[in-house]
Nanobody
Framework: VQLVESGGGLVQAGGSLRLSCAAS????????MAWFRQDPGKERVFVAA????????YYDESVKGRFTISGDSAKNTVTLQMNSLKPEDTAVYYC????????????????????WGQGTQVTVSS
């Protein structure tokens, strides 16, 4: 399984970016697909996730109301629409997929994901 992110770049605060994650596998195969982000020297942290079994979506409090995760099973892509971007959103963003998550709330744990993309840089200037 390969996950390839695209859509990162440089944007001013208040602007928008749309990240895409193209999967080499039929995405409903996965129980969860998610986005994480990571600053240099820091741990990878949860941003948003989608449960393909239930249709539920989940967001970190820091992005709730600004970011939207969605998927297109026909194209095998997952997107992260990011609006009202802030300088603190600057990070490398990673797409991830999990076949079996297990445990309530486990979707925030990066160790529960089986597959990862290479990451795409998002830089928000003030």
């Amino acid at each position: 399984v390969q996950l390839v992110e695209s859509g990162g770049g440089l944007v001013q605060a208040g602007g928008s970016l749309r990240l895409s994650c193209a999967a080499s596998y039929y995405i409903p195969t996965f129980e969860y697909m998610a986005w994480f982000r990571q600053d240099p020297g820091k741990e990878r942290v949860f941003v948003a996730a989608s449960n393909w079994r239930t249709g539920d979506t989940y967001y970190d409090e820091s992005v709730k109301g600004r970011f939207t995760i969605s998927g297109d099973s026909a194209k095998n892509t997952v997107t992260l629409q990011m609006n009202s971007l802030k300088p603190e959103d600057t990070a490398v963003y990673y797409c991830a997929a999990s076949t079996i998550m297990g445990g309530s709330g486990a979707y925030t744990n990066f160790n529960r994901y089986d597959y990862w993309g290479q990451g795409t840089q998002v830089t928000v200037s003030s």
